[in-house]
């Protein structure tokens, strides 16, 4: 059974522009999390969807937004990118949402840098 | 406030010195424990769910435990493929999706 996969894996933009990473999450699974961690620090929740529609947000600003699509699979887009948005992006999914408890699996994460 | 909170950040042992890396929680409402482990520059790979005090899982070389205020991953006879950073996670109740993740433990085991 395949993972959570994320594209692309490795990605270098300028400050200012914009970006969208996506996620496909394991099959059977209707939840997606977005985390970010930069160098040297923990994971920092950004968003979750789940069935189509965001749940939840971290505290990032705005320019920090995606959706999911009726196959569950997930976008982040980050608008006017600045350089301290460098940073391994990870998507996790899970079969149940809600913080209830359900693990969830990882994918191998985007890595962004912002020159 | 909900904090998690790891040690020691970094731990050095040699192949086959066993240790516990700790987890302590200040949360309100927990519903699980997660551990992961991570490879520089990887996604988190799941390892075990504990979900009330008391409760152990295992899974060859290491043991996780939970207590009511912390979470311990025993490691027993380590070897160098275990060197990596272990991530402590927490569920909590609230009205909606809430995880909180430890700053990690960096892991160093040495042939």
């Known amino acids: 059974e395949a993972g959570v996969t994320q594209s692309p894996t490795h990605l270098i933009k300028t400050r200012g522009q914009q970006v969208t990473l996506r996620c496909s999450p394991i099959?059977?699974?209707?939840?997606v999390y977005w985390y970010q961690q930069a160098l040297g620090l923990g994971l920092q929740f950004l968003l979750w969807?789940?069935?189509?529609?965001?749940?939840n947000r971290g505290n990032f600003p705005p320019r920090f937004s995606g959706r999911q699509f009726p196959n569950y699979s997930s976008e982040l887009n980050v608008n006017a990118l600045e350089l301290e948005d460098s940073a391994l992006y990870l998507c996790?999914?899970?079969?149940?949402?809600?913080?209830?408890?359900?693990?969830?699996?990882f994918g191998q994460g985007t890595r962004l840098t912002v020159v | 406030e909900d904090q998690v909170t790891q040690s020691p950040e970094a731990l050095r042992l040699q192949e086959g010195e066993s240790s516990s890396l700790n987890c302590s929680y200040t949360?309100?409402?927990?519903?699980?424990l997660f551990w992961y482990r991570q490879d520089p520059g990887k996604g988190p790979e799941f390892l075990f769910t504990?979900?009330?005090a008391g409760e152990e899982k295992e899974k060859e070389r290491l043991k996780a435990t939970l207590t009511k205020k912390e979470s311990f991953l025993h490691i027993t006879a380590p070897k160098p493929e275990d060197s990596a950073t272990y991530l402590c996670?927490?569920?909590?109740?609230?009205?909606?999706?809430?995880?909180?993740f430890g700053a990690g433990t960096r892991l160093f085991v040495k042939a």
């Open positions: 996790a999914s899970s079969s149940q949402g809600g913080g209830i408890g359900a693990e969830a699996f």
């Open positions: 099959s059977g699974h209707t939840s």
């Open positions: 969807y789940d069935e189509g529609e965001e749940r």
């Open positions: 949360v309100s409402g927990l519903r699980g």
């Open positions: 504990l979900y009330s």
């Open positions: 996670a927490v569920g909590l109740h609230t009205g909606g999706f809430k995880t909180i």
